[in-house]
């Protein structure tokens, strides 16, 4: 699996961050490290979608209204913290590898686009 030293660096960037759920699941606060492995990719592809540009899309696409709470530098953080406990975890499907290498490499060779002016 592709990986990139600025991705694991970065994972320090707001320790003890957490994820936000949805309403329908309570808007709890949890560290990914608590989330099962399938929500916690289809939690990332969900962020990708909505926070790279329109050719980086990971099929399935789905439109998804996020409210005020997550600003663009909370989703860019996301991608970091979520790609970093993926790139974790031993249970992680062929697929979704497969996924996660694509979305490394786009970063790979586009980080401005996870620059985080304001946190």
Do not use: C
């Not at 699941?25 to 979608?49: A, C, D, V, Y």
């Not at 998804?64 to 993926?86: C, H, N, Q, R, W």
């Amino acid at each position: 699996m592709a990986t990139h030293l600025s991705l694991l660096i970065s994972h320090d960037i707001v320790p003890n961050w957490k994820w936000k759920t949805s309403p329908a699941n309570g808007n709890k606060l949890i560290s990914p490290s608590q989330m099962e492995t399938r929500h916690l990719f289809n939690t990332l592809r969900m962020i990708w979608n909505h926070t790279m540009p329109s050719d980086a899309r990971i099929h399935p696409y789905k439109e998804y209204d996020f409210s005020s709470y997550y600003t663009p530098s909370y989703l860019k953080i996301a991608i970091l913290k979520i790609g970093v406990e993926l790139l974790n975890r031993k249970d992680i499907r062929p697929q979704w590898a497969k996924e996660l290498d694509i979305m490394i490499n786009y970063i790979n060779s586009r980080p401005d686009l996870l620059e985080i002016s304001k946190v």
